[in-house]
């Protein structure tokens, strides 16, 4: 802290200490959004998993009824 009050002059020290102070508040307060959204995307992942394989399933039935009709042996 006191590194910082001596390079940059111009900031009184009562200025920088209530600017640390807001930052570390602001990041408290705002610790459970953060936590939220981080829980939303989780969430997310696993729909987004589920639909692409839901498609891939689809995709690979469509595959094998196409090659039944070609007389192709489905792997």
Known sequence: MTE????LPMI???NSDEM???LVLYLKE??????SLKCGYCEMSQINLALAEL??????L????????LGCESS
């Not at 910082?4 to 390079?7: A, E, G, I, L, P």
């Not at 469509?62 to 009709?69: G, K, P, S």
Request: aromatic share 6%; proline share 0%.
């Open 4 to 7: 910082v009050n001596h390079m």
């Open 12 to 14: 009184k020290e009562s």
């Open 20 to 22: 640390i102070e807001s």
């Open 30 to 35: 705002n610790r459970d959004i953060f936590e």
């Open 55 to 60: 498609g891939l399933e689809e995709d690979m």
């Open 62 to 69: 469509d595959l094998n009824r196409y090659e039944a009709r």
